[in-house]
């Protein structure tokens, strides 16, 4: 459910045996949520108001659970000794694995990978206007952008001879539970930047280079393309 709040709605298809849905950057705006914080055995509920979100990271490492980090900006927070919602309904949630990670670079696996990352960001920025109430005006988002990084055992030099010629690549991150189950992050075009090689012992050489996403001039593309895979039906995602 987090996907519609940064990327809005997507294009869903019936696959027959599961559901696609193709979520894209690039919207003029993204939708306002309130959200809840609840502890109800203090009976104090925190509601925040006008809330987008502006950014995410997903984290690849070899072992532990998958896990992503949200940023957020509101409008206003409010405490209230009820919650907005009585009766709450509680989704489904299938925890993942960090070895369910994998990374393609120009539809490749790319292998010797020890951990990675990757950022996508709204760029949001509150509106702030003369007003009674002293709340923001808006958020709006400004200019997108992409960044991340790839530390691998140097074993070859592909990734330091894309960096240092500057060729662009494209990469793909994906989590895979099944052929059914599975969520893909594109990045069609990624800088790679340089960066030294370290040494640390007798563990062997590792390199790790960061990565920058953008659009080419002139193209209409998105930045960021994510397809998730899933048995849940389009109307959720609307």
């Given at each position: 459910d987090a996907l519609p709040i940064f990327f809005g709605s997507p294009e869903s298809t019936d696959e027959d045996t599961h559901w696609q849905h193709l979520f894209t950057s690039g919207a003029e705006d993204i939708p306002?949520?309130?959200l809840e914080l609840g502890l109800k055995d203090k009976n104090v509920f925190v509601r925040?108001?006008?809330?987008?979100?502006?950014s995410f990271q997903l984290s690849f490492e070899p072992s532990g659970n998958a896990s992503a980090t949200i940023?957020?900006?509101g409008q206003n927070e409010t405490k209230a000794v009820s919650s907005v919602d009585a009766t709450p309904v509680a989704q489904p949630y299938n925890r993942l694995s960090q070895f369910q990670g994998s990374i393609s670079r120009d539809g490749?696996?790319?292998g010797n990978v020890s951990a990675a990352?990757?950022?996508f960001s709204n760029d949001l920025e509150p509106q702030n206007v003369l007003r009674g109430d002293?709340?923001?005006?808006?958020?709006?988002?400004?200019?997108?952008?992409?960044?991340?990084?790839?530390?691998?055992?140097?074993?070859n030099s592909d990734l330091y001879d894309l960096a240092v010629d500057g060729t662009p690549v494209a990469l793909s991150f994906a989590y895979t539970v099944s052929a059914t189950e599975k969520?893909?992050?594109?990045?069609?075009?990624v800088q790679l930047v340089k960066s030294k090689l370290t040494l640390e012992g007798p563990g062997g050489v590792q390199y790790r280079c960061d990565l920058r996403?953008?659009?080419?001039?002139?193209?209409?593309?998105?930045?960021i393309t994510v397809t998730l895979l899933n048995d849940v039906q389009d109307t959720v995602y609307a």
């Open positions: 306002s949520h309130s925040h108001l006008g809330v987008k979100f502006g940023n957020a900006v490749t696996p790319l990352s990757v950022n002293g709340k923001v005006n808006s958020v709006q988002p400004r200019m997108r952008s992409i960044s991340g990084s790839i530390e691998t055992r140097f074993d969520l893909v992050v594109d990045i069609p075009f996403g953008s659009r080419p001039i002139g193209s209409e593309d998105p930045m």
